[in-house]
């Protein structure tokens, strides 16, 4: 079964540094997003993608956050630079949107580390 | 913003017992979404539901649409150890197939 792939699974950054996540997601799925989860919380949008364009980043603190899906498949989020209060889950999630549904096909995760 | 609140927080119950969660939004929703996370792992989509009123079963979970599309129940019937995890539900945002998740209802089983 084809998975959307996340790395690395662990980081652990000094504040201040900068600090990047990988995303591929399921071979076919246009839409990409990604999230941010404190424990005890529900995921939270940082930004979405259709193919190569940006649909939403409200959420996305652009002082610091970026994001890229150069060629519509694989994705980058970079932190620079890094602050304490980044330390979380970030998740990656792609689907297939059909007239039924959109459903969202997680990775394993991120988990970062600000120190 | 739009929100999607979701009760109760935490949720422990003897195996065997019935769990259900509660999701509510203070507008209307287009359609529902629910997800489970196992401790430790990634949120797995369960289903979606669009219809008013609308019921859905897989095996022992019961999910359910409200007439007005407002809230959404999922209730488990005799919890099994393997239900641990976290139940989110998610509505439809501000943009084209973004989704707003809720807080999440955290189920512990006491086997």
């Known amino acids: 079964e084809a998975e959307v792939a996340q790395s690395p699974r662990y980081k652990i950054t000094e504040k201040s540094q900068a600090v990047a996540f990988w995303c591929d997601p399921i071979?076919?799925?246009?839409?990409l997003y990604w999230y941010r989860q404190i424990l005890g919380q529900g995921p939270e949008l940082l930004v979405q993608?259709?193919?190569?364009?940006?649909?939403?980043d409200s959420q996305l603190p652009k002082d610091r956050f970026s994001a890229e899906r150069l060629k519509g498949v694989d994705s980058t989020l970079k932190i620079q630079p890094a602050e304490l209060g980044d330390s979380a889950m970030y998740l990656c999630?792609?689907?297939?949107?059909?007239?039924?549904?959109?459903?969202?096909?997680f990775g394993p995760g991120t988990r970062l580390t600000v120190t | 913003g739009q929100q999607v609140m979701q009760i109760p927080q935490y949720q422990h119950v003897q195996e065997g017992e019935d769990f259900t969660t509660y999701c509510n939004s203070s507008?209307?929703?287009?359609?529902i979404q629910w997800y489970k996370q196992r401790p430790g792992g990634h949120p797995v989509f369960l289903i979606q539901?669009?219809?008013?009123?609308e019921v859905k079963k897989q095996k022992r979970l019961t999910f359910q649409f409200g007439e007005a599309k407002k809230n959404s129940s999922l209730h488990i019937t005799a919890t099994q150890t393997t239900d641990v995890g976290t139940y989110f539900c998610a509505g439809p945002g501000d943009s084209s197939y973004k989704l707003i998740f809720g807080s999440g209802t955290r189920l512990l089983v006491r086997p």
């Open positions: 993608f259709q193919d190569e364009s940006v649909v939403d």
């Open positions: 071979s076919g799925h246009a839409t």
């Open positions: 539901l669009v219809k008013s009123g």
């Open positions: 999630a792609s689907s297939l949107v059909t007239q039924e549904t959109y459903e969202q096909y």
């Open positions: 507008t209307t929703l287009s359609n």
